[in-house]
């Protein structure tokens, strides 16, 4: 089985899971997501994904993902992590650190998950 993988977010911590997709068998990065364009074409030929979105939902509903990493600035986390599971388009959240900037961001995503069904790590 392989798990269909989107980054939200192409800065520093995306190469990491940009990385470990092409190491792990079972994890295909196929969309990615970034606000700005320069960096998702940069992006998107170091790790080969053709499937580059501006817009969120877009991508969302366009692709079939199994997985989405957050990885854009810890301020967004948690407004990203409660869009992604709010979706219904997505069975499980990766959020790089910090989870989120309070402690009722962190309440909201956590009710986010629970509500949807999507594991949020």
Known sequence: MSYRVGLVGTGGIAR??????????????VAIYDVSQEQLDKFGEEFGVAARYGDLD??????????????T???FH???????CNSGQVK???CEKPFTQT?????????????????VA
């Open 58 to 71: 877009e991508m969302l509903t366009k692709e079939a993902l199994d997985i989405v990493v957050i990885c």
């Open 16 to 29: 990491a899971h940009g990385n470990a997709c092409q190491q792990i068998e079972e994890a295909e990065l």
């Open 92 to 94: 499980a959240v990766l």
């Open 103 to 119: 402690a009722a961001q962190a309440e909201a995503l956590v009710a986010a998950s629970k509500e949807s069904g999507v594991l």
């Open 78 to 84: 948690a407004e990203v992590g409660i869009q992604l």
């Open 73 to 75: 600035w810890g301020c």
